[in-house]
């Protein structure tokens, strides 16, 4: 089946810092992808997408100069946390949708625990 | 703009009780409407999901759910649980063919007991 990683799982990072996550689809090309945020015992709230080779769509007041995401090719797409703090420690989980699959369909991958201290 | 209600936020249920998850939705369109369940710790796995016919779609580890149009609701069924249905379950609905985006419920969490 259709397979999407995460990497790191998880990590931690001082305030300032910025921090990288990758997402990869393993076994399938993905000409969009999603990234999501998720908060303790909360839902998911969608972020953007993401289409490769051209700019991520952020939805309503989610800052992209904080929230960089990168779609350079048809397996791999990531984003970058600038300038953390604090309040940016969530769960971040992106999805990926098969080029040549069904298009209402997204595979998700294992989400990726982010703390900043 | 779309929403998506799941009425309970926490389902305690014995084992080997059948059990129901709410979901209500709002839309004037056309819609796709999903399942997903959420181990700690982990991603979305899909459990079911409604495109077109069949108002009753089943789903993996025995779970089914029933689309009604007239009350927008896509409520989540299994008629015994195991304690390994103890996760948090997401529905959500994607409008249309040409919509993009997933709009996800706040989730429900069901605790299954011995």
């Known amino acids: 089946g259709a397979v999407v990683s995460q990497h790191p799982s998880w990590v931690i990072c001082k305030s300032g810092t910025s921090v990288k996550i990758e997402c990869r689809s393993l076994?399938?090309?993905?000409?969009?992808m999603f990234w999501y945020r998720q908060f303790p015992k909360q839902s998911l709230m969608l972020m953007a997408t993401?289409?490769?080779?051209?700019?991520?769509?952020?939805e309503q007041g989610v800052e992209k100069d904080k929230f960089l995401i990168n779609h350079a090719s048809l397996t791999l797409s990531t984003l970058t946390v600038t300038s953390a703090h604090p309040e940016d420690s969530s769960f971040y989980i992106c999805?990926?949708?098969?080029?040549?699959?069904?298009?209402?369909?997204?595979?998700f991958g294992p989400g990726t625990r982010l703390t900043v201290t | 703009a779309q929403s998506v209600t799941q009425l309970d936020s926490q389902v305690p249920v014995f084992e080997e009780a059948p059990v129901e998850l709410r979901c209500n939705y709002s839309?004037?369109?056309?819609?796709?409407l999903f399942w997903y369940v959420q181990y700690p710790n982990q991603g979305l796995q899909l459990l079911l999901k409604?495109?077109?016919?069949?108002?009753l779609v089943k789903g993996i580890n025995g779970f089914e759910a029933e689309f009604n149009k007239s009350q927008t609701s896509f409520h989540l069924r299994k008629p015994s649980v195991h304690i390994s249905d103890t996760a948090e379950y997401f529905c959500?609905?994607?409008?249309?063919?040409?919509?993009?985006?997933?709009?996800f419920g706040g989730g429900t969490r069901v605790l299954v007991k011995p």
């Open positions: 999805s990926a949708r098969d080029r040549g699959g069904r298009q209402y369909e997204q595979y």
């Open positions: 076994d399938f090309q993905a000409t969009t």
């Open positions: 993401s289409n490769e080779g051209s700019k991520a769509t952020y």
């Open positions: 839309s004037s369109v056309s819609v796709y």
């Open positions: 409604y495109l077109s016919g069949s108002t």
């Open positions: 959500a609905v994607r409008v249309g063919a040409a919509g993009n985006k997933l709009t």
